[in-house]
């Protein structure tokens, strides 16, 4: 592609860039890095603790070992110089200079040994720590409450788990022990460099603060632009990610060239981005040479003046050579470390963010396991609000005898699904009570309480895996029998045999290779297997054949027999065969009472029931 096309269709995108752009950003996911916290910096480093009487002691000794054996080689390089190759009398020794040179090899191979074992238990150690870090943080964002969820978007979730937890991977492998290293080993340098000679010594730590100056700002310029570039690629895998998704819904509406339009825009962006990011990174290794060799001219400019005035002998100077050759690699690592300390900063605060938000529904701590239940529910003067001072429902008041099948009906928003997440208790009310065979739901345990309940969802979700392990979802110790039995009954076991592996078809995740009606075929199963005493069914409602209706509504008169249910009802054919119909608006109760009664009273539910007839 020419960049005359490229800076024409630069134009036509950036009119529309911002807004779309905006679309793919999670606002506090943008924080690149954060200045050093030492309480948070404690928290992250305790997660080494477990290991750290274990594996550090040895891996600080093998890091003094590797350190040590380092130093010496160029000392020894120059005593050879001096006392072996060209000494005061004039007498090379050949002896010494194998001497020195076994002596050499020796501390090299020591130093590679030690390397090699310091590695292998830092990474140990890291790998641990980011095995129990990305498992806290799983463990502990399962556990939260739908309102949690309602607040984010699950991209941000997701980034905190993979990517905020990989940035800190760095950080706990070999960050950590690498400035221990390089500080230990920076301040061997200028000890040695000291005492060899204190004067040729202090010219060149002179060029230590500029070194690391060069070092860190000009890193903090690339690294932000690297993250530039890796933000908008983040964009472009969420657009597409948008794109794929809904792709049905783009060729329906013939908006491929309007979507085209967008990603060209971002894929744009990011090649822009990386051009900017890369020649930067071109500027850093002449740069740092350019330090280095500053540092070298004054060696050598000041090192050959003292040669001359007799003050040093030629081997000093090579041992200086050599020993500020070590150096720039300490000083360079030490500035990039502390950058990525402080990306380290801003992903643990993201982390440590989740990990402190608490449950908004929670067992109390005198919470009694609820006992076997036989079904009776109650609505005491419900309240219930998703954000304050908008309530969802204004004062429910509803008696449910178990075995009773409830149709929740109503227009859109009225408060059906808030209704059956209540029960659940997903979301804790703002007064009133709800009790399930007299126990208030907030008395006993969630644990207790959920698992006599199973909730079949509008948007059926089929996880990847085969049928049989969906189905099991229900019940994880259910025989393959078991999982069997319960496919007959719900009538959908005929769809099943017809597959190609029958039961242990692999279905992709959320199930795009089964239809609407076949994939509540296989949730009622899932929840038939569960053997609930209470069940919740947002009914959905696609339109499916006939057919596959009447096999649905087969299904739903096995699963429902003698268990309390609750369906969000859409379909007139459920809303007849249930035993009582509550019909809500704006969060209210408007009418209750069977499909009959309801009819003669000529109210809400009668208007429902004639639109749903006009549309047929
Ligand atoms: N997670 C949420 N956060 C904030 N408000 C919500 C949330 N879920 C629902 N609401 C609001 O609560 C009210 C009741 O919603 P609810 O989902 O119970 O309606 P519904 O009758 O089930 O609608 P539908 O038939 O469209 O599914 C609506 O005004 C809705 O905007």
Redesign the pocket.
């Known amino acids: 592609m020419n960049n005359t096309s490229i800076d024409s269709r630069q134009k036509v995108a950036d009119t529309s860039s911002v807004r779309v752009e905006d679309r793919f950003v999670y606002q506090d996911d943008e924080l690149i890095d954060k200045a050093f916290n030492w309480k948070q910096f404690s928290r992250l480093f305790a997660y080494i603790k477990p290991y750290g009487k274990q594996l550090l002691p040895f891996i600080l000794l093998m890091m003094v070992l590797g350190t040590i054996t380092k130093l010496a080689v160029p000392f020894i390089t120059g005593a050879a110089i001096d006392n072996a190759i060209q000494p005061a009398n004039g007498q090379p020794s050949l002896k010494l200079l194998y001497g020195l040179t076994a002596l050499a090899l020796g501390l090299y191979l020591i130093q590679w040994v030690a390397n090699a074992y310091r590695i292998k238990y830092t990474n140990i150690i890291g790998q641990r720590v980011i095995y129990d870090l990305r498992g806290d943080l799983f463990t502990h964002i399962q556990r939260l409450s739908?309102s949690f969820f309602?607040k984010r978007p699950a991209g941000s979730v997701l980034v905190r788990v993979t990517n905020d937890v990989n940035s800190l991977q760095d950080l706990f492998t070999n960050g950590a022990v690498n400035v221990m290293i390089d500080c230990v080993q920076l301040l061997g340098i200028i000890v040695i460099l000291l005492l060899i000679n204190w004067k040729l010594g202090l010219a060149v730590i002179l060029t230590v603060p500029i070194m690391f100056f060069v070092s860190t700002k000009l890193r903090k310029v690339i690294r932000r632009s690297w993250q530039e570039v890796r933000m908008k690629n983040s964009r472009i895998n969420s657009h597409l990610n948008e794109s794929i998704q809904g792709i049905r819904v783009t060729q329906a509406y013939t908006q491929e060239q309007q979507n085209m339009k967008y990603f060209d825009n971002m894929n744009l962006s990011s090649k822009q981005s990386w051009d900017k990011a890369s020649a930067l990174n071109q500027m850093f290794g002449p740069l740092i040479e350019i330090t280095g060799g500053l540092g070298s001219m004054i060696l050598f400019g000041f090192g050959t003046m003292l040669i001359a005035s007799g003050e040093i002998e030629i081997g000093i100077l090579v041992a200086f050579a050599n020993y500020v050759s070590n150096f720039w690699d300490p000083i360079n690592r030490l500035g990039n470390m502390y950058n990525q300390l402080l990306v380290a900063m801003a992903s643990s605060e993201r982390i440590f963010e989740f990990m402190d938000e608490q449950p908004s529904v929670a067992d109390k701590p005198d919470a009694k396991p609820l006992p076997r239940i036989r079904g009776d529910i109650a609505f005491h003067h419900v309240v219930f609000e998703?954000?304050a001072g908008r309530p969802?429902l204004k004062g429910i008041h509803l008696n449910v005898k178990a075995g009773q099948s409830i149709a929740l009906v109503?227009y859109?928003?009225?408060?059906?699904?808030?209704?059956i997440n209540l029960i659940s208790r997903f979301y804790d009310i703002k007064s009133g009570s709800i009790t399930i065979d007299g126990h208030d739901i907030r008395d006993v345990t969630i644990e207790s309480l959920r698992s006599q309940i199973s909730i079949v969802l509008q948007d059926t979700f089929i996880f990847s895996g085969t049928i049989r392990d969906n189905i099991r979802f229900g019940r994880l110790g259910a025989t393959d029998e078991e999982v069997e039995a319960a496919a007959r009954a719900v009538h959908a076991h005929t769809f099943i045999e017809k597959l190609p592996k029958g039961y242990d078809t692999e279905v992709e995740e959320r199930g795009s290779v089964l239809s609407m009606g076949q994939r509540q075929l296989l949730s009622f199963a899932r929840a038939l297997l569960a053997d609930p005493r209470i069940l919740i069914l947002d009914e959905a409602t696609a339109s499916i054949d006939t057919e596959t209706e009447l096999r649905i509504q087969e299904a739903l008169k096995v699963l429902l027999q003698g268990r309390t249910s609750f369906i969000?009802a859409h379909r007139l054919s459920t809303i007849r065969h249930a035993d009582h119909i509550v019909v809500?608006d704006h969060?209210e109760i408007r009418e209750e009472g069977s499909h009959e009664e309801l009819i003669q009273h000529g109210g809400v539910y009668n208007g429902l029931i004639e639109a749903q007839f006009r549309f047929l």
């Open positions: 739908f309602d998703y954000e969802a109503g859109t928003g009225s408060g059906k699904s808030t209704i969000v809500l969060g």
